[in-house]
């Protein structure tokens, strides 16, 4: 798939959205999540029937990790689409035998969202999310890092409207998984070079994250002028 192909699209259909909507909001948000899903396997290296390496599978320790962006929702009646722009960070620990290693990724999104205003401030959405892995490292080891197969997630949360300000509390996962392929893990043996740690070893590294943000927005069809129709300050 071409990488450009969701932004345009989702660029086109602003264009052509935005004159129809009744109203229309934009600011900027910001908030922490936190990720899960990345796994390494250890790769035996058997000699004469004996293990010399782990080949237990790890899973890492999820840190807290940041974001922020800024939106666009216009909304018709009860329904709203919003894009978004984002930039975010997860930052994860893996535990191995002898040493732990840090895994970071930076990676920027830009989710097309499709919302409801189901009750008073509360609304619900879902929708693809076209996401660029900016960077992806693993302490300890020399080799490339590989987060997704296709640039594409899913999302989907809940929000809720308080004036100018949101609450939001959504989940991240990515639609494709890359197939597990082989890293050397560097230096993890036991003191005196007793090889109880792991060394080659499969990992697979899908991030699935839950995200909790605040939100701001800076204007909205309300503060304009022309609508105004004569009506006070926003607050």
Same mark, same amino acid.
């Given at each position: 798939?071409?990488? &450009?192909?969701?932004?345009?699209?989702?660029? !086109?259909?602003?264009?052509?959205?935005?004159?129809?909507?009744?109203?229309?909001?934009?600011?900027?948000?910001?908030?922490?999540?936190?990720?899960?899903?990345?796994?390494?396997?250890?790769?035996?290296?058997? #000699?004469?029937?004996?293990?010399?390496?782990?080949?237990?599978? /790890?899973?890492?320790? &999820? +840190?807290? @990790?940041?974001?922020?962006?800024? /939106?666009?929702?216009?909304?018709?009646?009860?329904?709203?689409?919003?894009?978004?722009?984002?930039?975010?960070?997860?930052?994860?620990?893996?535990?191995?035998?002898?040493?732990?290693?840090?895994?970071?990724? +930076?990676?920027?999104?830009?989710?097309? !969202?499709?919302?409801?205003?189901?009750?008073?401030?509360?609304?619900?959405?879902?929708?693809?999310?076209?996401?660029?892995?900016?960077?992806?490292?693993? %302490?300890?080891?020399?080799?490339?890092?590989? #987060?997704? %197969?296709?640039?594409?997630?899913?999302?989907?949360?809940?929000?809720?409207?308080?004036?100018?300000?949101?609450?939001?509390?959504?989940?991240?996962?990515?639609?494709?998984?890359?197939?597990?392929?082989?890293?050397?893990?560097?230096?993890?043996?036991?003191?005196?070079?007793?090889?109880?740690?792991?060394?080659?070893?499969? /990992?697979? @590294?899908?991030?699935?994250?839950?995200?909790?943000?605040?939100?701001?927005?800076?204007?909205?069809?309300? &503060?304009?002028?022309?609508?105004?129709?004569?009506?006070?300050?926003?607050?």
């Amino acid at each position: 798939m071409n990488k &450009s192909f969701l932004p345009i699209l989702i660029g !086109l259909m602003f264009f052509s959205l935005s004159s129809n909507a009744q109203e229309y909001s934009f600011g900027v948000k910001g908030g922490i999540n936190h990720g899960s899903g990345p796994e390494v396997t250890g790769r035996s290296s058997n #000699v004469g029937g004996i293990d010399y390496y782990s080949t237990d599978t /790890f899973h890492p320790d &999820s +840190e807290i @990790g940041f974001h922020g962006g800024v /939106f666009f929702q216009l909304k018709f009646g009860k329904f709203f689409i919003r894009p978004e722009a984002m930039y975010n960070t997860i930052d994860m620990t893996f535990s191995f035998v002898n040493l732990e290693s840090k895994y970071s990724v +930076e990676k920027f999104s830009i989710p097309l !969202l499709f919302g409801y205003n189901f009750w008073g401030p509360l609304d619900v959405y879902a929708g693809p999310a076209y996401q660029n892995i900016m960077s992806a490292n693993l %302490e300890d080891t020399q080799d490339a890092i590989v #987060v997704q %197969e296709t640039p594409l997630a899913g999302q989907a949360g809940i929000k809720a409207n308080f004036g100018r300000f949101e609450i939001d509390l959504r989940y991240d996962r990515q639609l494709s998984i890359e197939d597990p392929y082989e890293i050397n893990i560097e230096n993890d043996s036991s003191p005196g070079g007793a090889r109880d740690g792991v060394n080659y070893a499969y /990992f697979q @590294g899908p991030i699935h994250q839950v995200m909790l943000s605040l939100s701001f927005k800076i204007g909205d069809s309300e &503060s304009n002028p022309g609508r105004r129709r004569g009506k006070g300050c926003y607050f």
